[in-house]
């Protein structure tokens, strides 16, 4: 199947301070990607849609603000986790599906954010 | 609005017996269905899926999966359990609005499988 690279793999961070996740699709071309994300032992939630060239759709209760996502390019997709505190620690993770024919989403490997 | 039930948090089963993981829907229209597996801190991993044909489907690493429309239910199974089996399992449904697809998840169901 397609490759979705997410990068990294886990972060800490300081409170206050701002990070970037980077999801990458390696070979295919991706016009829609999913954020979600995933406390423990629940499931996945979707924080937003983001469309190659255009603003991300967010689920509702998703501060857009906080959470800025980038979609400047058919294979890169970017979340931004503003001035983040503790409760941003979560797991997440990324989705990709290509513009052809609709089929099943590839996913990224996730990211561990930890905020202290 | 769509929603996904996966009724267990978990399922334990001996292996070598079969597994089923339950999984129901609600979708206006016709359904796009799914089965993804989680391991520990990773992303997940595609089963398999239902968009049309077969009710029946079959999936990666021996799973399968049966469609019923009049029950909509997507129940996952597996003739023959593995321990490495072990894993979160998620159902999924896709359906388009006026915005594009969505999927949503189910809440998830942990499978153990004991030696």
């Known amino acids: 199947g397609a490759v979705v690279s997410q990068h990294p793999s886990w972060v800490i961070c300081k409170s206050g301070t701002s990070v970037k996740i980077e999801c990458r699709s390696l070979?295919?071309?991706?016009?829609?990607m999913f954020w979600y994300r995933q406390f423990p032992k629940q499931s996945l939630m979707l924080m937003a849609t983001s469309n190659e060239g255009s603003k991300a759709t967010y689920e509702q209760g998703v501060e857009k603000d906080k959470f800025l996502i980038n979609h400047a390019s058919l294979t890169l997709s970017t979340l931004t986790v503003t001035s983040a505190h503790p409760e941003d620690s979560s797991f997440y993770i990324c989705?990709?599906?290509?513009?052809?024919?609709?089929?099943?989403?590839?996913f990224g490997q996730g990211t561990r954010l930890t905020v202290v | 609005a769509q929603s996904v039930a996966q009724p267990e948090d978990q399922v334990n089963v001996a292996e070598g017996n079969p597994l089923t993981v339950k999984c129901t829907y609600s979708v206006s229209g016709n359904p796009y269905l799914f089965w993804y597996v989680q391991y520990p801190n990773r992303g997940l991993q595609f089963l398999l899926k239902?968009?049309?044909?077969?009710?029946l489907v079959k999936g990666s690493y021996g799973f399968e999966a049966e469609f019923n429309k009049s029950q909509t239910s997507f129940h996952l199974k597996k003739p023959s359990a593995l321990v490495s089996d072990s894993a979160l399992y998620f159902c999924?449904?896709?359906?388009?609005?006026?915005?594009?697809?969505?999927?949503?998840f189910g809440a998830g169901t942990r499978l153990f499988v004991k030696a």
């Open positions: 999924a449904v896709t359906s388009w609005d006026t915005g594009g697809f969505k999927t949503i």
């Open positions: 989705s990709a599906s290509g513009p052809v024919e609709f089929t099943e989403a590839f």
């Open positions: 070979d295919f071309q991706a016009t829609t």
């Open positions: 239902y968009i049309t044909g077969d009710n």
